[in-house]
């Protein structure tokens, strides 16, 4: 029988994604984070990048893969909220549809700020939204990091390091843009882990498709700058600022990643059941992959 993977299919895990040679017997299928975590959820596939968040709140039926992770320390870069009132005094905030963990994450942020706009579900763009009557809009992926580099680009020491929120323009109007990895970082000094390789509890990916994953990963990340100039094209975004997006992410759920999990479960899914994960890798794989 095929073993059925399904690939939240960001730039952001291109690194991994990129050079992984599918081993015979298992397929694959992409999407939009809440179309991967319902597909898993489903059985419509059997193991997949998913919302960080959707394994939290299923942690009595998955498990997760131990060295894999989306996460970041710090800025994400892609995961923002663009507002034209300071934080503070925001009524209405626009949520993508895409999205389980940011929405989760911006939630955990709006309530230790002791803030409580009304978030609402809706499509569109920054500047399509805002002129609509939002005053906040959570976006997520690849057009949320184009918007970002609209919005505040280029990098400067001032986008990159400095205090939030950062200001630019979006569709004529001023924006404070929000990088809310940014404000996991000030709230928790944490890494944010936004994405896990997760299985439902009893059917792990076979072991050639984990090595196959890790190889691919290795050979990502040693080849940064060829993934980045590809996707750079692709994303109508200077090469260096890919690459900035891309080296910035940690993608081998390393202790200070799982301290970040921690907090953030307990933090938004208050009561849930332990996170469970799958053996870590024996030495003869750490050799061939790290
Ligand atoms: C960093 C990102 O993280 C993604 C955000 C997700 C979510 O919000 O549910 C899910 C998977 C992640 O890979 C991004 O969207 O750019």
Redesign the pocket.
């Known amino acids: 029988m095929t073993y059925r993977a399904g690939w ?1 299919h ?1 730039t ?2 291109a690194p991994i994604l990129d050079s992984l040679q599918l081993p015979p017997g298992v397929s694959a299928i992409t999407g939009v ?2 179309e991967m975590n319902a597909a898993l959820l489903d059985g419509r596939v059997d193991v997949a ?3 960080v ?1 959707e394994f939290i709140r299923n942690a009595d039926k998955l498990e997760a893969l131990p060295d894999f992770s ?1 996460s970041v320390l710090g800025p ?1 870069y ?2 923002n909220l663009f507002h034209t009132a300071p934080l503070h005094a925001l009524k209405r905030i626009a949520l993508t549809s ?6 989760a994450l911006l939630e955990v942020v709006l309530k230790e700020r002791g803030l409580k706009p009304v978030l609402e579900g809706a499509e569109g763009t920054p500047e399509t939204l805002l002129a609509a009557g939002f005053d906040g809009v959570l976006r ?2 690849d057009s ?2 184009r918007e970002w580099y609209a919005a505040v680009g280029p990098l400067t020491p001032e986008t990159t390091m400095t205090a939030l929120p950062h200001t630019g323009r979006a569709g004529g109007q001023a924006v404070h843009v929000t990088d809310l990895a940014e404000e996991w970082f000030a709230i928790t000094g944490h890494p944010f882990v ?2 896990v390789w997760a299985y439902r509890k009893g059917y792990p990916p076979p072991p050639d498709l984990v090595q196959a994953m890790r190889e691919a990963r290795r050979e990502g990340l040693g080849h940064l700058a060829e993934v980045a100039r590809r996707h750079a094209q692709q994303l109508g975004l200077p090469e260096r600022v890919v690459q900035h997006y891309l080296w910035n992410f940690r993608y081998h759920l390393e202790e200070p990643d799982r301290l970040g999990l921690t907090e953030f479960a307990l933090k938004a899914v208050p009561g849930h059941a332990p996170l469970q994960f799958g053996p870590k890798p024996g030495k003869r794989e750490v050799e061939r992959t790290l």
Do not use: D, H, M, R
């Open positions: 939240i960001f952001n895990v984070p809440t990048n998913i919302s968040v989306v994400v892609s995961v895409q999205s389980a963990t940011s929405v997520i992926g949320a990091l936004f994405a």
